[in-house]
């Protein structure tokens, strides 16, 4: 009978536990909408990396991107209201 010099305590049986179970239960949760756990990995990454970004203050590529598009159609719109309102005064 050989004794260990180093037993695993619970709380480390706990995590390996977490380690393993987490990811599984994730993959077939994603299998359960109907998603590929692949597809649901990327995702949660991404919305993990995003939220670390916002976290911290900074914007990401997609976003600054997106407020340029957003600032463009404002544009466009309010181009379009003008000549509306143009089209209109030479109506009457």
């Known amino acids: 009978m ?3 010099k180093y037993k695993i305590t619970g709380f480390a049986r706990f995590m390996m536990f977490m380690v393993v179970f987490v990811p599984l239960a994730y993959a077939g949760f994603t ?3 109907g998603e590929s756990p692949e ?3 990327a995702d949660l990454k991404n ?4 939220l670390k970004d916002r976290i911290k203050g900074n914007k990401t590529s997609k976003e600054d991107a997106f ?3 957003l600032q ?3 544009e466009e719109i309010q ?3 003008e ?3 143009q089209c209109e005064q030479a109506k009457n």
């Open 72 to 74: 463009q159609k404002d």
């Open 79 to 81: 181009k379009l209201r």
């Open 83 to 85: 000549a509306l309102f």
């Open 31 to 33: 299998l359960f909408k």
């Open 39 to 41: 597809q649901g990995f």
């Open 67 to 69: 407020q340029v598009q």
């Open 2 to 4: 050989s004794k260990l």
């Open 47 to 50: 919305k993990v990396e995003s």
